[in-house]
């Protein structure tokens, strides 16, 4: 029993330490101000990859609302709603995705193709 218990307990402490990151350079990329940013380039898989687990059709785990394709992503860009929600800290109320707070470069690329005009092309 102890053997098996010491095993579990080492085996947490590796997991623990291995999914620790210390690199802020690995958490943050900059994202480039020169080149625009359009939905199908870049805003897409950053919904399909972190919102449409849950933002499905029909939705999953109570979302209220799909957001799988432009028309649906661009509608919660305008009003607001979708920069709001990415950028509360995780634990806070009504923060997506509920996993955890996005890196701030990709609430960044977000937030500049909302201001460029959240273009689709």
Not at 71 to 93: C, F, H, K, P, Y
């Amino acid at each position: 029993m102890k053997s098996t218990l010491k095993t579990i307990f080492t085996v947490s402490i590796l997991l623990l330490i291995g999914c620790s990151n210390d690199s802020e350079s690995d958490l943050i990329e900059s994202i480039d101000e020169e080149t625009p940013v359009s939905y199908n380039a870049t805003i897409r898989s950053i919904i399909n990859n972190n919102c449409v687990g849950c933002h499905s059709d029909p939705t999953q785990n109570g979302a209220p609302f799909p957001l799988i394709n432009y028309d649906q992503v661009l509608v919660r860009a305008e009003n607001g709603q979708l920069l709001r929600a990415i950028s509360r800290q995780t634990g806070e109320a009504r923060a997506m995705p509920p996993s955890g707070r996005l890196p701030q470069a990709t609430i960044d690329a977000i937030d500049k193709w909302i201001q460029e005009g959240a273009i689709e092309q």
